[in-house]
């Protein structure tokens, strides 16, 4: 596909082409319109005032033929270079007002810049359109989510305050477990908060991703016994230049997804090396993942079940930390669905960190 000329470009062509016009005209047009005059009027070479009547009317005359040309030019530059400003100018004014579905008229005919500025500006009230939205759910949701646990909370402080419980040593561990329940969603948006915003500070060092999954299963050894999950460790050495808490927080919500949607599956945790890039692997043999699932499973507070996850727990937001995470140090995830069953999360990390 040729590219297209910029609109310094196109600018300097049209001017080029209406001199060369004009330039054409005086040039060949002269004689002619003079071989006429003196045809129909003999005496015309006779006079010696510098300027006759025939030279003023091929003045003219070249003034009606340049000026419309000119004219024309000029028009067709203006509807390709002011029009598609005046369309952005429009549809910007429109967002400000609190439209964000204005967009500017991509059928309107450019060229350079001007019709990538339409693209460009479409493309980014696109995205403007798309965070807003994702704003408004992810506030709703984060509400929703924190409400639960403030209303347990709520409901049985105000229970023991109005005599209607006790407060036993089993009703203290309930209220601990809605708090701990508070801390995690808190932590988890507050990551969420500081990777959109550009200002996740990591504190990078050479770790063994090896190591580190060690002591994340070893941390989550009670919890996996509780729900009779073996793991099978496949570890081989992975050293990265990595924030060490960021991925120890990574590895847990990676343990804690599988145990809370494949209980009683055995657990794979695999690390391995290829490449430049260090990987980390955490299957399970639970009912994996749909097609759907997949699309969004990373994104924050989507959940396939609504229902199902929240009674386990989940608040929707431990893989998109995972992805925050990952990026942040320069890498990526990846989520499968195994064919002999189970879902597989693999991150993948620059061994020479970011």
């Given amino acids: 596909m040729a590219r297209e000329a ?16 004009v330039a054409i005209i005086a040039y060949f047009g002269f004689p002619a319109y003079y071989d ?53 100018a429009g ?52 509400a929703h989510e924190l409400r639960t646990p403030l209303t347990i909370l709520k409901g049985r402080l105000q229970g023991v305050s109005d005599g209607v419980f006790t407060l036993t040593p089993e009703l203290v561990t309930l209220l601990l477990q809605q708090v701990d329940g508070l801390t995690r969603i808190v932590d988890d948006l507050r990551t969420l908060g500081l990777f959109n915003a550009g200002s996740l500070q990591l504190s990078t060092m050479t770790i063994d991703l090896a190591d580190m999954a060690r002591d994340v299963i070893a941390l989550s050894a009670e919890d996996l016994d509780k729900r009779s999950m073996p793991v099978s460790l496949r570890l081989s050495p992975a050293c990265v230049r990595a924030d060490p808490d960021r991925i120890r927080q990574l590895l847990l919500v990676l343990v804690d ?18 490449g430049a890039t260090a990987i980390i692997r955490c299957r399970d043999h639970g009912p994996g993942l749909s097609p759907e699932a997949l699309l969004h499973a990373f994104e924050p507070f989507w959940r396939a079940e609504e229902s199902r996850a929240r009674d386990q727990g989940g608040s929707g937001l431990g893989l998109s930390v ?33």
């Fill in 6 to 21: 910029g609109t310094a470009l196109q600018i300097v062509l049209v001017a080029v082409a209406l001199a060369a016009a």
């Fill in 36 to 88: 006429l005059a003196v045809r129909i009027w003999p005496t015309v070479p006779e006079n010696d005032a510098l300027w006759t009547w025939v030279d003023w009317g091929f003045l003219l005359l070249t003034l009606i033929v340049s000026i419309p040309l000119a004219v024309l030019g000029g028009w067709w530059l203006s509807q390709r270079i002011v029009v598609p400003l005046l369309e952005v």
């Fill in 91 to 142: 549809a910007i004014r429109a967002i400000a007002s609190g439209d964000l579905k204005a967009r500017a008229n991509p059928s309107i005919r450019g060229f350079g810049e001007s019709a990538r500025l339409v693209e460009d500006f479409n493309f980014m009230a696109a995205r403007l359109e798309r965070a807003e939205a994702e704003l408004r759910y992810s506030n709703s949701a984060a």
């Fill in 257 to 274: 997804n599988a145990m809370r949607y494949a209980p009683e599956g055995v657990l794979v945790i695999e690390t391995a090396v290829e």
């Fill in 322 to 354: 995972v992805r925050a995470i990952a990026q942040a140090h320069g890498g990526r995830v990846h989520g499968a669905t195994m064919e002999d069953g189970g879902a597989c999360f693999s991150v993948f990390l620059p061994m020479n960190g970011k």
